[in-house]
C-alpha cells in the first residue's frame, strides 16, 4: 500500500494521459494483462532546469513523463532507482 499523496500524484498523472501510456506500453510490447494503475506504487520525480522528469513504476514497468507528458516506457529494474541520471534508461523524444 502507497501513501494517499504518493498514490494521488500517480492516479493524477496516469489519468491525464492514460490513452498515451497504454500505447506505449502496447508498442513496447510491455502491456501484459492490460493497464491497471493500481498496480503503479513507486514515484520519482526530480527538476533538471525547468523541466520536470517523473517515474512512475509497478513491478514490471516504468513510465517517463517529461512534465506531465509520458515519453516512454521500460520494463522495470532496480537500476533505475539507483542511478543519477534515471532518465539515461529512457528514449527522450526531441
Given at each position: 500500500?502507497?501513501?494517499?499523496?504518493?498514490?494521488?500524484?500517480?492516479?493524477?498523472?496516469?489519468?491525464?494521459?492514460?490513452?498515451?501510456?497504454?500505447?506505449?506500453?502496447?508498442?513496447?510490447?510491455?502491456?501484459?494483462?492490460?493497464?491497471?494503475?493500481?498496480?503503479?506504487?513507486?514515484?520519482?520525480?526530480?527538476?533538471?532546469?525547468?523541466?520536470?522528469?517523473?517515474?512512475?513504476?509497478?513491478r514490471?514497468?516504468?513510465?517517463?513523463?517529461?512534465?506531465?507528458?509520458?515519453?516512454?516506457?521500460?520494463?522495470?529494474?532496480?537500476?533505475?532507482?539507483?542511478?543519477?541520471?534515471?532518465k539515461?534508461?529512457?528514449?527522450?523524444?526531441?
Amino acid at each position: 500500500m502507497t501513501a494517499p499523496t504518493v498514490e494521488a500524484a500517480i492516479h493524477d498523472l496516469m489519468d491525464l494521459a492514460w490513452k498515451v501510456v497504454y500505447n506505449l506500453l502496447e508498442e513496447r510490447g510491455l502491456l501484459g494483462d492490460g493497464l491497471f494503475v493500481e498496480e503503479y506504487t513507486g514515484i520519482h520525480s526530480w527538476l533538471d532546469g525547468p523541466t520536470r522528469y517523473t517515474i512512475v513504476h509497478s513491478r514490471t514497468v516504468a513510465v517517463l513523463f517529461v512534465d506531465t507528458r509520458p515519453v516512454d516506457a521500460i520494463a522495470f529494474h532496480h537500476d533505475l532507482l539507483g542511478s543519477d541520471d534515471p532518465k539515461r534508461f529512457f528514449s527522450i523524444p526531441g
